[in-house]
Nanobody
Framework: QEQLVESGGGLVQAGGSARLSCAAA????????MAWFRQAPGKEREFVAA????????HYADSVRGRFTISRDNAKDTIYLQMNSLKPEDTAVYYC????????????????????WGQGTQVTVSS
């Protein structure tokens, strides 16, 4: 059974850094677009970053561009989200998502485009 498992969340001070990981298991994930979304209390789930299955195309939300970096290691079926210069408004549950793509450069940016989701990991940024 395919599953995505996030790790690396926790409590971080504003201005600090954190690294999230998402391990994919139970299938062949090399042809899947992978992404990170987040959801703060009372808000809708929002796109953070995505990486194509070839790894040569990435896309970021304006709110995190320049601070966050998404990457993937296809040999390990794992993606990462390096988060720097964290702000209190980055506080949310972060979710990993995956969706099959025909094109190696394709990325998706809306939750409805993804069929596979992890359980989420909490990131709390204190001021």
């Amino acid at each position: 059974q395919e599953q995505l498992v996030e790790s690396g969340g926790g409590l971080v001070q504003a201005g600090g850094s954190a690294r999230l990981s998402c391990a994919a298991a139970g299938g062949t994930w090399s042809n899947y677009v992978m992404a990170w979304f987040r959801q703060a209390p009372g808000k809708e789930r929002e796109f953070v970053a995505a990486v194509s299955w070839s790894g040569d195309n990435t896309h970021y939300a304006d709110s995190v561009r320049g601070r966050f970096t998404i990457s993937r290691d296809n040999a390990k079926d794992t993606i990462y989200l390096q988060m720097n210069s964290l702000k209190p408004e980055d506080t949310a549950v972060y979710y990993c998502a995956a969706e099959w793509a025909y094109s190696g450069s394709r990325v998706y940016t809306t939750p409805s485009q993804y069929d596979y989701w992890g359980q989420g990991t909490q990131v709390t940024v204190s001021s």
